[in-house]
């Protein structure tokens, strides 16, 4: 998982607007990822394990409030 916020922290940091769409390689997400997308899964994947916390939570009879 290191490997990971490397690859990310890389493609994001480096990135320009002439350069958002060269692949970079990312051992986590795996090969053929661009630039772009890597920080778009770095601003979002966030909500995946939101998700199965509020999922894990309702199924314990725990009712989160927004």
């Known amino acids: ?3 990971t916020f490397v690859a990310i922290r890389i493609a994001i940091l480096t ?3 002439t350069n958002a769409n060269d692949v ?3 051992p986590g997400v795996g ?3 661009t630039r772009a997308s890597e920080a778009a899964w770095a601003a979002v ?3 995946d394990h939101y998700g199965q916390v509020i999922g ?3 199924w314990n009879g725990i009712i989160p409030k927004p």
């Open 1 to 3: 998982m290191a490997k």
């Open 15 to 17: 990135s320009t607007t």
């Open 24 to 26: 970079v390689d990312d």
């Open 31 to 33: 090969p053929n990822q």
């Open 45 to 47: 994947h966030g909500y």
């Open 56 to 58: 894990y939570l309702r």
